[in-house]
T-cell receptor, first 116, second 111 residues
């Protein structure tokens, strides 16, 4: 049963600390997305990659956030330094371009980040 | 520019009655349209998608949506609500390399 995995599932940290969230996309998927969800802002697209290259990261605060895909099986989202306003659930999703520009995105279970 | 508007932030229906969740979009060209569902403390799951084939799209769990170009709408419906349908629903429009999510509609099912 192929699925997107995210680690950690929960993270509590103190303001100023570095946070790294990891995502393993479904094998064979060539598009990876990072989203942030909060009660106030709803679901926001932060960045996405196609074939490991960043395609759009306009939704991501550049001063403290960075997203990378070191290889096809791992995507990372880093926050340095973290701030309380970064508290949110961060979702990773993966998808395939086969058959058209956009197909279904498969979402991971999310990482719940709390910055104190 | 593309945009998507979910007209209701909350919808409450009684179990066994029809469900209507409204979505309007704005796109300069023919978009792809999706509905996703998010159950509490879970990731999003695709319900259905429209990609310029049949205008009436059937999805999982008895949901369907109709693409109406003249009304720029893609409303989600289900003939009979079930308690397990209580969740948040997102309408999504994509075109080229842009992906726009609606703000979401929370569906409440009354016993």
């Amino acid at each position: 049963d192929a699925r997107v995995t995210q680690t950690p599932r929960d993270k509590v940290t103190e303001m100023g600390q570095e946070v790294t969230m990891r995502c393993q996309p479904i094998l064979g998927h060539n598009t990876v997305f990072w989203y942030r969800q909060t009660m106030m802002q709803g679901l926001e697209l932060l960045a996405y990659f196609r074939n490991r290259a960043p395609l759009d990261d306009s939704g991501m605060p550049k001063d403290r956030f960075s997203a990378e895909m070191p290889d096809a099986t791992l995507a990372t989202l880093k926050i340095q330094p973290s701030e309380p306003r970064d508290s949110a659930v961060y979702f990773c999703a993966s998808g395939s371009l086969a058959g058209g520009p956009y197909n279904e995105q498969f979402f991971g279970p999310g990482t719940r980040l709390t910055v104190l | 520019a593309q945009s998507v508007t979910q007209l209701d932030s909350h919808v409450s229906v009684s179990e066994g009655t029809p469900v209507l969740l409204r979505c309007n979009y704005s796109s300069s060209y023919s978009p792809s349209l999706f509905w996703y569902v998010q159950h509490p403390n879970k990731g999003l799951q695709l319900l259905l998608k429209y990609t310029s084939a049949a205008t009436l799209v059937k999805g999982i769990n008895g949901f369907e949506a109709e693409f109406k170009k003249s009304e720029t709408s893609f409303h989600l419906t289900k003939p009979s609500a079930h308690m397990s349908d209580a969740a948040e629903y997102f309408c999504v429009v994509t075109r080229d390399d842009k992906i726009i999510f609606g703000k979401g509609t929370r569906l409440h099912i009354l016993p």
